[in-house]
């Protein structure tokens, strides 16, 4: 299919989101749309799959002008979609999502299964994805399920043309290589793909002709042999230095201890066995693994939202277990949230309010427990103009926000108060090369007075481009801790559990377990 | 459906086509008109339920119902007598409500009183004033994300509060009023807070436990009437003492003719009004409701107890309903206290709270307007059904919570930043 | 699309309701009553419930319109109260209406109606199950406790377990005084005739017993009669309105067990006449429309009403309904009995007590 976009524009008010897009998809190409957070990707492609109408422009399909009044029109035209989040029924079996929404059926609306089942093999054959249609999907990791995803997509009735939507972001890297080479084996069988990210290595790998954009227009179309430096600054509009400056660490005394720390989900599972843990002063720890891990876990412990079941935490060499979030807070802990809408920010409040939202009953900002508008009002103009934040006005919900301008109102909501040592898990998340570059420099200065870091991150490049020392986390426990010169390869074997039962093990856990458990910590 | 999937593009382009220069002020004001904005859905909404009123009020009435027989023989009939029924049906809401016209005539002639002309009112705001204190305590309950269906629960408790210290003590007025006053805030407050720990502490869903409450605070009233504290000494039936003068909300209007029976409550509801209002915006307490309410993943990980927060929330809301069991108790007079002295009055409340969009100042509005249907429809019976005013508010209601059937309905534009939504999170 | 002219049709009419409110010309009051010239209005102001409650309110409006019925000249109005909150207003506007005489359903308004009729000295009114000594305030009461001795002394004669039982809506004295005369009834039995027949659900010398907590729930009736069927109780009198037909069903659904209705001849107002005994009648309907004749005539020589009723067995106000059905089941010497019990009640040989009698208030 030949997919060719001529003037679309899409306007929201007297908001521009899509300026004159013009793009053409050949056949059987992977064509990147490159772009930062609120760039008009996103409102690109739900105009492309029906979600959206423009306000004006065309989408032509094989030379013919099409209009979509819905996915269903978009599907019927030959476009699958494959969207950032997953849309699976987690306990239907394979087969069933594949079908989901277009069930096979039998006279008198019985479900046909294996004409269902058949299907799916006769997908998974053709285009060399394997799947067992029988699989429950909340079973499978996150890569499979992303299988079913891109197969659910394929299983339209004439899919030519798909689109993958940041289909990285959740993916691990081994993960990560084997979907580029399934996109790769997916054009080479003819089928047109375009590839919405903000990922630079990706982007470069794999694609055949890279369209960047920026304030909703196209500013630049780019071969893949342009390097990533060339690619950024198409991107953010200025260059930008994607090493992150750094002199070498001097770690000091501890600011975090973590010993034994075993945390029990309610299903039973151990989401913290036993894990082990330091944090220095001036240093930056970065904890890498696959999400999922207990990484959530360790961050919610440390905060104090998480009792542990056993085991004991210690900032600044005090045992913390009975304090609260706020006495943590109050005596220094700065903390990144990693899923920035759910726990990072009240989006619903204005900029002003989120910034003092761990600070509202202090003074300046309240007296006699009565709200000190002005001070709040203060504060806000000045960590806008520090941080760069990008609002109308102080008075501007959170949510009016773009991604990278609310991360930086939680970054300068924990850099504006006393802190001693700081959990930042997944800082840079949904955040654009702009705002990434600006929050890693940040935490680099941040490290430099003092400060103990603990980066929680699952992708690769910010763990090597921050980390001073990196640690793995595997199943809830510290698998190994390497050097930030430790290969990629070795550190990718170690957040899969690869290299389990040899020294990392034993030398991180050297006790017997068994009885620590079941004698629990200071519970 | 694709059928229009080679549509030309819409015409909703062409037909901005030549805009003037600046939209001016009556152009601006024409679209917020026929936007689907909380205002005017609101007021849309009061429209479509007071014509769907005239319609119910048409299809009920026998006599105007057999016109409708013989309507194409003679429909001057029907529209004539559906009209004259319409007209004279809201007309009499209107005169109990507000202003009657009868009595504003003898006053003209001298033969009425000018406290008469003011006695619709009276009973407007009398009505009105428990409908503040509950609409407030389902409405500071929902900025906390907590559904409070418990205010009915909750303003029993306050009522006998408010009765036991109202007619046990022996005290002068200045004391014994706001005493009295404060016991009933106390016991409505205690009995809020209860599902507000119980959800802080094991995680109790508010709804479920607010009803049950609701259930066994009415019981409890049942007993507690025939039980010597608080049963009559004169009377054998189910009512309680009265309250004694000293305890006894003055009435505001009552120096200006007889019958007036508007009371003190109404000044403290519409002080709680400002209250709450001063607390939801200006303090630390507000804030932390606020931000729970919002979002409370983000207040716990910001250092605030939620749980604190939804205990404490529930005892104010409590408090709130357990005044409007005060201003029931302390304002029936000699009367005493009967197991259905409370009405639905909790109830309403979450209508109050809905339509009042769960702010103060709506609140207060809302609760005026719902007064006023109430004494309009007392005042106007039999000729019009003493339910119109239920029937009303639970149309007016039914669209508050659909805006999107409203906007349906009368063809409104999405507003600039999206529909309007109630907050009603707790669910 | 269709549904657009209804749409427009209902735009339209709003703007008509509108207007209406706001033109607010003058009404001609043709509302199509029967006796629209009539020159004696009389009102009635319920108590909770409502008009049609299937009790005492219903009742007392079915008087009014008896009333309305036998005499050309009187029109009939009623204005609803949904709490105590409302009597004055509702007793108030009835004054300002015109009304020439004002019904008060229920003991609880009795204080309100005292306070209007002593500023409205020119204006009838009557309280219902309440009693007054201003002097134009007719009282109507009944003293339902010699109705209810006669359906005990029945009951016990007619049980086969030796267990009876009986349970209210709420204790109040209009219930309650149906219960002693119960329990009463049910001792003359025992003592007379040397049985010993056990009442449940009140003890008359403790006035407590078994109450529902309202007058609703038929549901809940149900539930209190099944439970004391199973404590063996085979004749069941529910003091509680429309909530008694719990109390109905359960004994259509055992062969064993009948029932005794209370306020009207159960036979002819329920659905279930082949589980009633009998019934302790209370003539509210007959006594409210006495009383707005009464009021008529004293209105014609241009005075208030005045003075008060007891329904008793003499006057007719209570009574013992029909067997019906059970005709043949009632023994001979059982009628006998009762009829001489109701003689000697007549006579004043034989005193029914109880506390809520209205000799007693």
């Known amino acids: 299919m030949r997919l060719e976009l001529k003037g679309l524009t899409k306007k929201f008010g007297s908001f521009t989101a899509d300026d004159d897009i013009d793009l053409v998809v050949e056949p059987g190409q992977i064509h990147a749309v490159l772009g930062e957070n609120g760039a008009g990707k996103s409102t690109l492609m739900n105009m492309l799959y029906g979600i959206l109408k423009p306000t004006s422009g065309e989408i032509l399909i094989d030379g013919e002008p099409v209009s979509f009044s819905g996915p269903g029109d978009a599907i019927a035209a030959g476009i699958g979609m494959v969207h950032q989040h997953f849309k699976l029924v987690g306990p239907f079996s394979v087969a069933d999502n594949v079908h989901l929404g277009r069930e096979h059926t039998l006279a008198g609306g019985v479900l046909a299964a294996k004409a269902a089942r058949q299907a799916v093999l006769d997908v998974s054959e053709r285009y060399g994805l394997r799947l067992d249609p029988d699989a429950i999907c909340e079973d499978l990791p996150v890569g499979v399920q992303q299988r079913v995803e891109i197969v659910k997509a394929l299983s339209g009735p004439k899919t030519e043309l798909l689109i993958l939507d940041e289909p990285t972001a959740v993916l691990t890297p081994a993960e990560i290589a084997e979907l580029l080479d399934i996109m790769r084996s997916l054009a080479e069988s003819g089928t047109s793909i375009l590839f919405i990210s903000h990922k630079l290595k990706e982007v470069q790998a794999v694609a055949d002709t890279i369209t960047v954009i920026r304030r909703g227009k196209v500013v630049a179309e780019l071969e893949p042999t342009a390097s990533e430096a060339e690619m950024a600054a198409a991107m953010v509009g200025r260059a930008v230095t994607l090493q992150v400056d750094k002199t070498p660490a001097e770690p000091a005394e501890p600011r975090l201890e973590v010993k034994d720390l075993t945390v029990v989900n309610a299903a039973g599972v151990k989401a913290l066995d036993g894990l082990n843990l330091n944090v220095h002063s001036g240093e930056i720890v970065g904890l890498a693994g696959v999400e999922g891990n207990g990484q959530t876990e360790l961050a919610r412990c440390i905060l104090g939202l998480l009792k542990p079941d056993a085991g004991h935490i210690a900032i600044d060499g005090a045992d913390v277990h009975h304090h609260d979030p706020a006495r943590r807070i109050a005596d220094g802990l700065g903390y990144i949230p990693e899923d920035r809408g759910r726990d990072g920010l009240v989006t619903e409040f204005s900029v002003a309010e989120n910034l003092v939202l761990n600070q509202y009953r202090d003074e300046p900002f309240a007296k006699n427990g009565v709200v000190d508008a002005a001070a709040v009002r203060k504060r806000a103009v000045d960590s806008i103009a520090e941080f760069d934040i990008r609002t109308q006005s102080p008075d501007e919900p959170a949510a009016s926000l773009s991604g990278g301008n609310q991360q930086k109102v939680i970054i300068a909501r924990e850099f504006s108060r006393p802190r001693r040592l700081l959990v930042a898990a997944q800082p840079t998340r949904g955040v654009d090369v702009g705002a990434t570059e600006f929050i890693h420099n940040r935490l680099v200065t941040e490290r430099d007075t003092g400060t103990g870091i603990l980066l929680i991150s699952s992708e690769l490049d910010e763990i090597y481009a921050l980390a001073d020392r990196i640690a793995v986390i595997y199943n809830g426990r510290i698998v190994g801790e390497v050097a930030p010169d430790t290969p990629r390869e070795v550190i990718g074997r170690l957040m899969v559990g690869a290299d389990l039962g040899g020294d990392a093990d034993a030398e991180t856990d050297p006790r017997t377990r068994p009885d620590d458990d079941a004698n629990g910590g200071d519970r | 459906m694709s059928t229009d999937t080679a549509t030309p593009p819409a015409e909703q382009p062409d037909a901005a086509e030549n805009p003037p220069p600046r939209p001016g002020f009556t152009q601006l004001f024409g679209r917020y008109l026929i936007e689907a904005n909380s205002v005017m859905v609101t007021v849309y909404s009061l429209l479509l339920a007071f014509l769907i009123g005239a319609v119910l009020l048409i299809v009920s009435d026998e006599n105007v119902r057999s016109t409708y027989t013989y309507f194409f023989a003679r429909p001057q009939d029907a529209l004539t007598s559906s009209w004259i029924l319409v007209r004279d049906s809201y007309l009499a809401l209107f005169e109990g409500a507000i202003l009657n016209l009868n009595t504003l005539e003898r006053f003209q002639a001298g033969t009425a009183e000018f406290g008469d002309l003011l006695r619709p009112i009276s009973e407007t705001l009398l009505n009105a004033t428990p409908l503040i204190f509950t609409g407030l305590a389902v409405g500071l309950a929902f900025r906390a994300g907590l559904f409070n269906i418990g205010a009915q629960g909750q303003l029993i408790f306050g009522m006998l509060g408010a009765l036991a210290v109202g007619f046990s003590l022996n005290l002068p007025a200045v004391v014994h009023l706001p005493l009295a006053i404060v016991a009933g805030a106390l016991a409505g407050a205690a009995f809020g807070a209860i599902p507000g720990v119980l959800k802080a502490t094991t995680g109790a869903h508010e709804v479920i436990s607010s009803i049950m409450l609701n259930n066994i605070a009415f019981f409890f009233l049942v007993w507690a009437i025939g039980t010597g504290f608080f049963h009559s000494e004169t009377k054998s039936e189910l009512v309680t003492k009265p309250v004694d003068e000293s305890a006894t909300l003055p009435t505001l209007l009552g120096w200006l003719g007889a019958g007036l029976r508007v009371n003190l409550a109404l000044i403290v509801g519409l002080a709680a009004a400002v209250f709450t209002w001063w607390l939801l915006s200006r303090s630390t307490f507000g804030f932390r409701i606020r931000a729970v309410g919002f979002n409370a993943h983000a207040s716990a990980t910001a250092g605030m107890h939620v749980g604190r927060t939804y205990a404490s929330t529930m005892a104010f809301a409590g408090g709130l309903a357990g005044l409007a069991g005060a201003a029931l108790s302390l304002g029936v007079g000699s009367s005493g206290v009967t197991t259905n002295t409370a009405l639905e009055y909790g109830f309403d409340g979450i209508t109050v709270a809905l339509l009042g969009r769960a702010r103060p100042g709506g609140i207060v509005a809302a609760a005026l307007l719902f007064g006023a249907l109430k004494a309009g429809a007392l005042s106007a019976q039999p000729d019009v059904p003493v339910d119109i005013s239920t029937l009303l508010q639970a149309i007016i209601v039914l669209f508050i919570a659909a805006p999107a059937l409203v906007k349906a309905i009368l063809h409104l534009r999405t507003p600039r930043g999206g529909m309007v939504t109630l907050e009603a999170k707790g669910w | ?361």
């Open chain 3, 1 to 361: 699309m269709a549904v657009k002219p209804y749409k427009l049709a209902l735009v339209g009419l709003s703007a008509v309701g509108l207007a209406a409110v706001a033109a607010c010309g003058e009404a001609p009051s043709d509302s199509g009553d029967d006796n629209a010239d009539a020159s004696f209005l009389a009102c009635m102001v319920t108590d909770s419930g409502g008009v049609d409650d299937k009790s005492f309110n219903e009742s007392s409006w079915n008087g009014m319109l008896a009333a309305e019925e036998e005499n050309d000249d009187i029109k009939v109005d009623f204005k609803e109260s949904s709490s105590e909150t409302d009597y004055d207003p509702n007793l108030q506007s009835s004054v300002d209406d015109g009304c020439n005489f004002i019904v008060g359903v229920g003991g609880l308004m009795t204080e309100n109606v005292n306070a209007i009729a002593t500023a409205n000295p020119d204006v009838s009114f009557a309280t219902v199950d309440g009693f007054s000594e201003v002097e134009n305030v007719y009282s109507i009461q009944f003293d339902t406790a010699q109705s209810a001795f006669l359906a005990g002394y029945v009951a016990a004669a007619q049980t086969q377990t030796g267990t009876v039982a009986t349970w209210g809506g709420l204790q109040i004295p209009p219930v309650t005084i149906f219960m002693d005369g119960f329990a009463r009834g049910i001792a003359k039995h025992n003592e007379d005739k040397g049985t010993d027949v056990q009442l449940l659900g009140w003890d008359v010398e403790a006035q407590e017993g078994t109450f529902i907590n309202g007058f609703e729930s038929a549901t809940d009736g149900k539930s209190q009669s099944d439970t004391f069927i199973e404590q063996g109780a085979d004749i069941i009198f529910p003091v509680a309105g429309p909530a008694g037909i719990g109390a109905l069903t359960a004994a259509a659904e055992d062969d064993a067990v009948t029932a005794i209705w209370v306020d009207t001849d159960g036979y002819e107002s329920t659905d279930y006449g082949s589980e009633i005994i009998t019934s302790a009648e209370k003539g509210l309907a007959n006594a409210v429309k006495d009383s707005v004749l009464a009021a008529y005539d004293a209105a014609q020589g241009g005075d208030a009403v005045t003075g008060s009723y007891i329904g008793t067995l003499e006057n007719g106000g209570v009574s013992l309904a029909p067997f019906h059905d059970f005709e043949d089941d009632v023994s001979d010497e059982t009628k006998a009995e009762i009829d001489a019990l109701t003689q000697q009640i007549i006579d004043g040989t034989l005193v029914v007590e109880s506390p809520a009698s209205p000799t007693a208030g």
